[in-house]
């Protein structure tokens, strides 16, 4: 656990207690453990992990340079038995099937920007879910490739987004991706 002594100070990562933080040390060792216990032994191996890519946002139905890259980090990415699979891991304190449309400008995000790099497209995609309950366990679940009604939608929300900074307009649109937003805060106090 030395090793990562540096990053927890790096990252000011404060814990109230040394209890707490052995705590929350051995829940990811557990989730760790419960991973690749259930991994298939003939899984793929990996093409990417934790990917940075970038690609220009270019509506593929009119071809439009939207003017700005689309950025995203892909978990892991594997040469499935039918093609390349695209999968985010989520952490989850309990168990459920994972709504596919609260995922999908994440899903398409990341099938947009595999797309734009490898020249073909995914077979799928999917959530592997670490449920943090007293025995830890891991959930897989599959979601088809995306299609081009995907991909308008992903532009329509795209373009909504930018036609409001144009208009100096904020548009309250909270969702999974605030638990990741530094203004968060800023938000939440937001009284419209």
């Not at 899984?43 to 939207?66: N, R, S």
């Not at 168990?95 to 077979?123: G, K």
């Amino acid at each position: 656990m030395e090793r990562w002594a540096g990053l927890v100070d790096e990252e000011e990562m404060r814990f109230d207690s040394p209890a707490e933080e052995q705590a929350l040390q051995k829940q990811a060792m557990d989730l760790v453990a419960a991973y690749l216990a259930q991994v298939p032994a003939d899984e793929p191996k990996p093409l990417a992990v934790e990917a940075a890519v970038e690609a220009p946002l270019i509506d593929p139905k009119t071809g439009e340079d939207l003017g700005m890259p689309l950025v995203g980090i892909m978990d892991l990415v594997l040469d499935g038995h039918d093609g390349p699979v695209i999968i985010d891991f989520k952490t989850s304190a309990r168990s459920t099937e994972p709504l596919e449309i609260v995922h999908e400008i994440q899903l398409t995000s990341y099938a947009y920007l595999f797309r734009h790099v490898e020249q073909r497209p995914e077979a799928s995609l999917e959530i592997r879910s670490l449920i943090k309950t007293k025995t830890a366990k891991v959930e897989f679940h599959a979601y088809p490739a995306r299609t081009e009604v995907h991909f308008a939608r992903l532009f329509a929300v795209l373009r909504e987004y930018l036609d409001a900074l144009d208009a100096g307009r904020f548009n309250f649109r909270p969702g999974f991706g605030c638990g990741m937003c530094d203004f968060r805060s800023q938000c939440s106090r937001w009284s419209g």
